[in-house]
């Protein structure tokens, strides 16, 4: 029996594997109209955003008709402001006159403490102000990012996260990995009834300040000291307060990635960001590889080195995978999904594995292509 699962289904989501292989290979085009309460809808405080800024750029910005696409806006002293859109490479002086030392202080009075990676926020909001500090430890330059709660990304892998399997996203900075990590944390908390934890490392999830912003649901979250901490709190976690779930962002580190086999290993689903565009960085990287099952070099006797039809010498995956499913997200709306043993070992032999490819239409639809090749260039 099988089901047709849609991203708003409930059990019959469970009843259909979108990439376990049941049908002959083929690419299967299906399309998921998306109901009318998961329309995309965007806070983003802009105001809270814009008061930080001087008076001048503040003025400009409220009536740009571009505001809704910005990005950031760059302050570094002795050059003009600078602001950056979505979709728009380079960015647009924001006036001729240059940055002053008067205007970065006035800054940096309106935000949070920045903490040792020289990030700050602003309260209740998801705003994130990161520094550029000369040899003397004195801010020279600001990035002032803006950040959005955006909800209906989850549409994207709504079926996915009934199997209670560990997702791992990579992609490259500003594709929008954290907004669906805040997303996902709130429908698993308020629509499956899990107990969530995040590890807020620099509260780009939750916000800055003691009370998380209201983006993440009913989801509990745990903030680091240090940068250098954050696998030291994810075990912290696991241990004192239960979670079914753990979300964290950015695993960069072999100590991060340790944390999560061992949280992985005790029942615990995984929701993660690792830096990386494609399943190849990953696979390519000593630190984090051991997220995809770790690579090791193996040596074929003859007899099975001809079997294979391959050199003695061959790569092979080490251990099960710590995350189930890997999503590349090449575009805010255009993801490929891995079934990240499979991929893997397909990878290692030099052979393309079958992907999922899942995109939005002209009419804002969820289409999931199936058993696409893979060739880790584009499909």
């Not at 001087?54 to 696409?69: A, E, F, G, I, V």
């Not at 791992?168 to 669906?180: C, E, N, Q």
């Not at 590349?328 to 079934?339: F, K, L, N, S, V």
């Amino acid at each position: 029996m099988t089901g047709v699962c849609v991203p708003w289904g409930g059990e019959a989501c469970r009843l259909f594997s979108p990439i376990r292989r049941r049908f002959p290979v083929s690419s299967t085009v299906t399309s998921l109209a998306l109901p009318q309460s998961s329309a995309m809808i965007v806070d983003d405080n802009l105001s809270a955003f814009l008061e930080i800024l001087p008076r001048d750029l503040r003025h400009r910005l409220l009536n740009d008709s571009r505001r809704n696409q910005l990005v950031e806006v760059i302050m570094d002293l002795g050059r003009p402001p600078e602001a950056r859109y979505l979709g728009e490479p380079g960015g647009q002086y924001l006036r001729n006159n240059e940055v002053s030392m008067e205007e970065l202080e006035d800054a940096q009075e309106l935000v949070g403490e920045f903490g040792a990676d020289n990030r700050a926020g602003i309260e209740g909001t998801l705003h994130r102000i990161s520094a550029i500090r000369n040899r003397k430890g004195f801010i020279i330059g600001l990035t002032c990012r803006v950040g959005r709660a955006v909800s209906g990304h989850i549409d994207m892998l709504y079926d996915l996260l009934h199997y209670g399997k560990s997702i791992l996203f990579v992609g490259r900075p500003g594709v929008g990995k954290t907004t669906v990590l805040r997303e996902i944390a709130r429908v698993l908390s308020d629509e499956f009834q899990k107990r969530v934890v995040i590890i807020d490392t620099s509260n780009e999830i939750g916000g800055d300040g003691d009370i998380p912003h209201s983006a993440i649901g009913g989801s509990r979250r745990m903030q680091v000291p240090k940068p250098s901490l954050q696998h030291k709190v994810m075990i912290e976690a696991v241990e004192n307060h239960m979670p079914q779930v753990i979300i964290v962002d950015e695993i960069g580190t072999e100590a991060e990635a340790l944390a999560c086999r061992s949280i992985a290993e005790r029942g615990v689903m995984l929701i993660g960001t690792a830096h990386g565009e494609q399943l190849q960085n990953i696979i390519k990287n000593p630190t984090l590889s051991d997220l995809i099952g770790g690579i090791e070099t193996v040596t074929l006797g003859d007899e099975e080195a001809r079997a294979r039809r391959s050199q003695k010498s061959i790569l092979e995956r080490k251990a099960p995978p710590t995350f189930y499913f890997l999503i590349e997200m090449r575009e805010r709306d255009y993801w490929i999904a891995h079934q990240t043993e499979k991929s893997v070992d397909m990878l290692l032999r030099g052979r393309n594995p079958m992907v999922e490819v899942r995109k939005r239409d002209e009419e804002y639809k969820v289409v999931i292509e199936r058993w696409k090749a893979y060739d880790g260039q584009g499909i």
